[in-house]
């Protein structure tokens, strides 16, 4: 094998050697190279075109139960063999962490190339020039602008990336992942003077041939940008609140969040008490799902060498599972749940890949008539969530809601509730977009107080 593919093994065989050649009795290496195309336009000119290529090398080495990370940004044998030496001498100084270790070799995943393959993440297609982004993002700014009531263009982009990332230990780990990203983006403004409003649309896949029309995006930032036109704010109170899709993630994501490893094992989650119980109301099933062909968080093993499985995160409404690494699995008595994910910069440490929620039988038009009265929000802006107690309040904007009908757009309130009672009131809706690495329905949520 040759080629940049070949150049990252290399460098990771080289850095792991060094390591243990230094003194470590056990390593892990991740090296991470990206080369990224973006073209910007705005007011029917070019704005900005960036290519970037960049290399980012982390080492983990282990001295007994204690560890070290340290990174590094170039591949030369000098600059490897001074990064392995820092990291032993880190290590020899670090306190003791009886939950550190690398993966058994028998653990290991096994048939992971053919997994890899399966999973469909690079585009065989070639990398485009800077011309073919900038048509994009000219027919996204065009679409916007011809949306009666737009005035500007903020700024209309198209993006591809691709990334490689290797993967090799001591144990015996060698993978590498290869996988591309396409994106069309545009932000368009309303209105005039203090009455201006500001809305996006953004589209993001794999493969080019999966993204929608640039034309599409650019129409469908204008038309958000018009609808919230006359704006103001709305009775406050205690309300039904209606996520829209585009939101309605984040409040999965507060749950994601306390279901971490990390959070129930430093005692600091509001949910580290609620394992077989309600936390979503019953019927509502939540998988973690990294097999999922094109996804944009799929992965054929995790950042330990594990294999990649769909696991129940929620069933019937019951949390069924914490999301672990191996620290945090030895850490709570258990074992992993092979969700390790890892940077550069420090070592695994549990995370999700893509997200799938059972869905309801009505679109949003449909949970807007069963709410009747209330708040639809489909902008969230800052947040204050305490992790311990699940208390939630975020600012928020989106549309007033009377007789079922969406009356007029609102801004500058807030929402606040608490998560837990939250989400076991949630009704969903049947809109998720699947393109997402969080595919999360809109949802209709009692137990929320707006305030301006």
């Not at 992993?336 to 440490?349: D, H, S, V």
Request: aromatic content about 2%; some cysteine; charged content about 25%.
């Amino acid at each position: 094998m040759s080629g940049p593919e070949a150049a990252d093994r290399a460098t990771a065989e080289a850095l792991l050697d060094a390591a243990l050649a230094a003194g470590a009795h056990a390593a892990d290496v991740l090296v991470a190279a990206s080369t990224a195309l973006e073209v910007g336009v705005a007011e029917r000119a070019l704005e900005d075109a960036e290519r970037s290529e960049s290399v980012d090398i982390g080492l983990r080495v282990l001295i007994g139960q204690r560890q070290a990370c340290v990174s590094a940004s170039e591949r030369s044998a000098d600059v490897l063999a001074e990064t392995a030496a820092r990291a032993v001498a880190v290590a020899r100084e670090a306190p003791d962490d009886p939950h550190c270790g690398l993966a058994e070799p028998d653990a290991l995943a096994r048939d992971a190339e053919a997994a890899e393959r399966a999973l469909d993440l690079a585009d065989a297609a070639a990398s485009p020039d800077p011309a073919a982004l900038e048509a994009l993002a000219r027919e996204a700014e065009d679409a916007a602008l011809a949306i009666e009531g737009v005035g500007q263009v903020e700024q209309a982009r198209a993006s591809w990336s691709t990334d490689r990332v290797t993967l090799a230990a001591s144990n015996g780990l060698r993978h590498q992942t290869a996988r591309t990203t396409w994106a069309i983006s545009a932000s368009a403004i309303a209105g005039e003077g203090l009455g201006r409003e500001r809305d996006y649309a953004v589209e993001i896949r794999r493969h080019r041939s999966d993204l929608p029309a640039a034309s599409v995006i650019g129409q469908r930032a204008g038309e958000r940008a018009v609808a919230a036109l006359g704006a103001r704010r709305p009775p406050t109170g205690p309300v039904p609140v209606l996520y829209d899709e585009r939101v309605a993630a984040s409040l999965i994501g507060h749950l994601l969040s306390a279901i971490n490893g990390q959070s129930v094992a430093r005692g600091s989650s509001w949910a580290a008490d609620l394992m077989d119980q309600a936390v979503l109301p019953a019927g509502i099933d939540v998988f973690d799902d990294p097999t999922i062909a094109r996804g944009r968080a799929s992965r054929a093993i995790d950042a330990e060498g594990l294999a990649a499985r769909r696991r129940p995160l929620v069933e019937q409404g019951r949390l069924v599972s914490w999301v672990l690494d191996l620290a945090t699995g030895r850490q709570l008595g258990l074992g992993t749940t092979g969700n390790a994910r890892r940077g550069t910069g420090g070592p695994p440490r549990p995370g999700t890949s893509n997200i799938r929620m059972t869905l309801g039988d009505r679109d949003r038009a449909g949970l807007i008539r069963e709410m009747g009265r209330g708040l639809l929000v489909t902008g969230l802006i800052g947040s204050s969530i305490n992790p311990t107690t699940g208390a939630y309040s975020r600012g928020a904007n989106g549309f007033w809601v009377e007789g079922g009908e969406i009356t007029h757009p609102v801004n500058e309130i807030t929402i606040a509730g608490n998560l837990q009672q939250m989400l076991t009131t949630v009704t969903a809706g049947n809109d998720a977009d699947l393109s997402k690495g969080m595919a999360v329905p809109s949802l209709l949520v009692e137990g929320l107080t707006v305030g301006a």
